[in-house]
């Protein structure tokens, strides 16, 4: 047994294409809350975001890939400086397990009798694989306000296994999980996250952060937890559970008022996975915002449930500042949203809603995914239409991805369409690791390619100064990327991809 003094909690390291950076720091609330409950217990606690630190840091890792953040030597130095007693490290990726499981190597060597600790969607939902690593000690699954405080009960003798929950350990050598079961109901109950150890101001000023802000000091924040849709694609259920627990309105205008004062703060990523799924709670945190006069602007960088949506409840969110509504449609077939996303969703509300939107001056932006397994070429190019249809010309398009812990890797490890080579390093959006009888990784980068070209083209016509000041927007974003998308472009065939 042994007290529990200094905590030291890290944000990996990132790997990322060479020729495309696709990733960006955002300041962690994750950590920030771990943080907060660990303050709160008396436990000095540190925060390192390996990413924003070294933003500037490119390590070569091979012909394609770069690893961005401070080097495994410079963490080394951070840890034998602070002498913690427990380090955390939260891998929300599984693409990004090798820089999390290198600290966990690093901390066992500088101090065999720290403790390491796993957290995150990937430990969450692989905990086994994460705890077979000698020097992972323990994995905290889903939420870990509450875990993460009974495990320093745990390490100081003040309680044993049987009050733990949603935790993973290694006993005998045997690995032991302990399934997630209880979520925190009352989410007033905890502090705010501890922005004082987030060094707000190395983020201040980022061009992209979750998307591209607008703002020099924003903020992300978080108004919920917990998500009731089954979407096949998605795994945030294993980390929030099925359950919508929200915040009191109350509890949330007082946690935005504290961040105006305390930083400045002009902007606000809304980072909740259902932030208008309860209308009348969402309606009062918006007139909250009004009427506290916070003049901040906002947008919600995961989307909005556009069946939660009414004009009554667009026009209260623009009135409170919100810039950008991302629907969350997914796709333009109702087949493949009802069978394959069983995603609740009646496309035909959807039309009128994003009509309204741009007719009260709001930017409006579209979320789709293409390649589900079952899903024809002509339902992909449903989705295409529906995007040009509402005048969307640059969505984000996803392409279907089995992250562990969705029914769509399920589907995809039992029906054996997991591409040949496949490993856990595919597991990103431009992966294409998905082969079905309808379609393999060629056919959909080709579909992709050819749908992209179509929706610029008709951006184009219908609005040739915007796409010129969009473009004009991206080259200076990312120069050699934009270049590259323009060459590629180019080379195509001119009647290639319309319909």
């Known amino acids: 047994m042994k007290k529990i003094k200094k905590a030291l909690l890290f944000i ?18 994750g950590l920030g809350y771990l943080a907060a409950v660990l303050e709160r217990e008396g436990i000095e606690t540190k925060i390192v975001d390996c990413l924003i630190d070294g933003w500037s840091d490119h390590a070569e890792i091979s012909d ?15 840890i034998e400086s602070y002498g913690p007693d427990i380090v955390g490290v939260n891998n929300l990726f599984t693409i990004q397990r090798q820089n999390a499981h290198e600290i966990y190597k690093i901390a066992k060597k500088v101090n065999n009798m720290i403790i390491t600790v796993a957290g995150g969607a990937h430990p969450t939902v692989m905990p086994e694989l994460v705890l077979s690593d000698p020097n992972t000690d323990y994995v905290v699954l889903g939420e870990g306000e509450r875990t993460i405080i009974d495990l320093v009960h745990l390490l100081e003798g003040r309680c044993d296994l049987s009050g733990l929950d949603g935790f993973g350990y ?26 004082h150890l987030l060094n707000m101001d190395k983020y201040f000023g ?16 978080i108004t919920s937890r917990g998500c009731p849709a089954r979407c096949s694609f998605c795994s945030a259920y294993a980390v929030w559970g099925r359950s919508f627990r929200p915040r009191s309105c109350e509890n949330v205008i007082k946690e935005l008022k504290q961040i105006k004062a305390e930083y400045g703060i002009e902007e606000i990523m809304f980072e909740d996975d259902n932030l208008t799924l309860d209308s009348k709670r969402a309606e009062a945190i918006f007139d909250g915002m009004v009427q506290s006069r916070l003049d901040m602007e906002w947008d919600t960088p995961n989307g909005i449930a556009a069946w939660t949506l009414s004009e009554c409840l667009i026009d209260k969110m623009k009135k409170s500042g919100c810039r950008t509504i991302n629907f969350a449609v997914e796709s333009g077939n109702k087949d493949v949203l009802d069978r394959l996303i069983k995603k609740p969703l009646n496309l035909d509300k959807v039309k009128p809603l994003v009509k309204y939107a741009k007719s009260i001056g709001l930017n409006v932006g579209l979320f789709l995914v ?34 562990p812990g969705s029914e769509l890797y399920d589907i995809c490890k039992k029906q054996n369409y997991l591409c040949s080579d496949f490993t ?76």
């Open 12 to 29: 990996p390291p990132a790997v990322t294409f060479k020729d495309r950076i696709d990733i960006n720091p955002m300041p962690p609330l």
């Open 64 to 78: 394609k890939m770069i690893r961005i953040g401070l080097s495994f030597k410079e963490i080394e130095k951070i």
């Open 170 to 195: 290694r006993k005998d050598s045997r690995i032991k999980v302990l399934p997630k079961k209880r979520f925190i109901d009352d989410l007033d109950s905890l502090p705010f996250p501890a922005r």
């Open 206 to 221: 980022l061009r992209s952060s979750h998307g591209d802000r607008r703002k020099r000091r924003f903020s992300p924040v």
């Open 370 to 403: 293409i390649g589900m397994p079952g899903e024809t070429e002509d339902q992909m190019w449903d989705s295409f239409s529906l995007s040009r249809e509402l005048g969307v010309f640059t969505p984000h398009i996803s392409i279907a991805t089995p992250y």
């Open 424 to 499: 856990l390093d595919d597991l990103h959006i431009r992966s294409f690791a998905v082969s079905t009888p309808e379609f393999d990784g060629k056919k959909l980068k080709k579909i992709l390619a050819e749908g992209e070209k179509y929706l610029l083209r008709s951006f184009f016509i219908n609005s040739p100064m915007l796409f010129l000041k969009k473009c004009l927007w991206k080259l200076l974003g990312d120069p050699i990327y934009f270049i590259k998308k323009v060459s590629i472009f180019i080379r195509q065939k001119s009647g290639e991809g319309l319909r």
